[in-house]
């Protein structure tokens, strides 16, 4: 005997059952038409079909309404989109690509033939060469030119700038303004056959786990289109302005898990709607790191890029000093003593002669400008502005750019030797030299 009971799976049923279960052979056949007209054997293939299609549909229909709601109405135009992502990446790609160019950074190089020595304002006996790639987008036009995003460190020491559309088409550019401090730069090309402007969208209402695409053209190999999330909506980083591994600014940045390598610098983060909320700036390559980037919220962006095309610099305020973090000062002194021990073991003495415990604050190297009219001088040490104490060159520029306007006042408090003192700067502008 097997597992299951036989007669449950037996597919015969005998006519005693039958008669016992529903009373069948009771009556004759004329006098049961519904069982006669619906028994499965006597059903037509069509005939199955349409019952199976009518059942498939009111299924259908219940699903349907248990998901949307049973109100009547259409889908929200939310709801539509979120059925399919990826058509929506495609679509958003396809409206914002056009107005993605590449950006190549060249500079001049001497060709130094018979001992002459080159005008560097003239081109004769020198040439043009690459230096490097990255992108750029075109953000506002009018009927002249056609302006475009790119970050700062892209075109820095640039002798010329060259655009390449998405056409292929190669247009020389002009550089309008650079923001060092933002990491952004505008140029500006012809407008002739330039028909496609980036929509901006508004990168505060970006959410974590969001679907977003970076654009760009990494490597000098031409477009490329990432896709990742958001990580982090809102972030502050260190970075380092010159590039020489001091710490020296903060950057509010958009984290990105989307690929940003070197080249896609300039171009711009998207969501799925084709509108642009950041600018790509810079990823983490350290050894064992995976696809940390970073892009420039367009919500700080833009009112940049309106100073940069208006005036051609970002108007900030000026305190007019040469500044070294004192914790980098102690270092480098470290450094110098062991390198100056004599035979002895003597060692040399510090320029700086300050209070026991001071150890964090801003060293001054150079002063000009509301520095000198305010008296402040070389190796002063500032340790305060107004209310707010400054213990690094990031903290100092922080308090000055955020919290101060050009032509305010601003009491700065100073070490000069032991003596901790005070004075009152008038801030200046930063215009460029």
């Not at 302005?241 to 950057?251: A, H, R, S, T, Y």
């Not at 940069?308 to 450094?335: C, H, K, N, T």
Request: hydrophobic share 40%; glycine share 10%; charged share 25%.
């Amino acid at each position: 005997m097997g597992l299951f009971d036989d007669d449950f799976y037996s597919s015969k049923v005998s006519r005693k059952a039958l008669r016992e279960q529903f009373g069948v052979g009771k009556r004759s056949r004329r006098q049961q038409p519904f069982l006669r007209d619906w028994k499965v054997g006597k059903l037509s293939t069509l005939q199955i079909a349409l019952i199976s299609s009518f059942s498939s549909a009111i299924v259908a229909c219940l699903l349907f309404g248990f998901i949307f709601g049973f109100g009547g109405g259409a889908p929200s135009d939310r709801e539509i989109a979120g059925l399919d992502p990826s058509q929506r990446a495609v679509q958003a790609t396809d409206k914002v690509r056009p107005s993605v160019v590449s950006i190549i950074n060249e500079q001049k190089f001497t060709l130094g033939l018979d001992s002459k020595i080159v005008d560097p304002e003239s081109d004769e006996g020198s040439v043009y060469k690459e230096a490097g790639v990255g992108s750029g987008l075109i953000i506002k036009k009018d009927d002249t030119y056609a302006y475009i995003i790119t970050n700062f460190h892209v075109v820095a020491s640039a002798a010329r700038v060259q655009a390449v559309l998405t056409t292929g088409e190669k247009r020389e550019a002009e550089i309008v303004g650079l923001d060092q401090i933002t990491d952004l730069a505008v140029l500006k090309i012809k407008a002739k056959g330039i028909e496609n402007v980036a929509e901006v969208g508004d990168s505060s209402l970006l959410r974590a786990a969001e679907f977003v695409l970076a654009i760009g053209n990494p490597l000098g190999m031409g477009e490329s289109i990432t896709l990742g999330v958001v990580s982090v909506t809102n972030e502050t980083i260190a970075v380092s302005l010159n590039q020489n591994g001091v710490m020296d600014w903060e950057q509010e940045v958009i984290r990105v898990d989307a690929a940003i390598n070197q080249g896609n610098s300039g171009g711009p983060l998207i969501d799925l709607n084709g509108q642009v909320i950041g600018i790509n700036s810079m990823k983490i390559s350290n050894f064992g790191v995976e696809s940390i980037g970073y892009a420039i919220p367009i919500n700080n962006v833009m009112p940049i890029i309106d100073q940069l095309i208006e005036q051609g610099y970002v108007s900030r305020p000026f305190l007019g000093i040469g500044m070294l973090d004192l914790q980098q000062y102690w270092a480098q002194q470290e450094l110098d003593q062991e390198a100056d021990k004599d035979e002895e073991g003597t060692e040399g003495e510090s320029q700086l002669s300050l209070p026991r415990g001071v150890y964090e604050g801003v060293l001054i190297t150079e002063v000009q400008g509301p520095a000198l009219k305010a008296e402040l001088q070389y190796n002063d040490v500032i340790v305060q502005l107004d209310d707010t104490k400054v213990n690094s060159i990031r903290k100092l520029r922080k308090y000055l750019y955020d919290h101060k306007q050009v032509g305010e006042e601003m009491i700065v408090h100073y070490y000069r030797g032991k003596e901790l003192l005070q004075t009152k700067v008038i801030l200046g502008e930063n215009t460029p030299e």
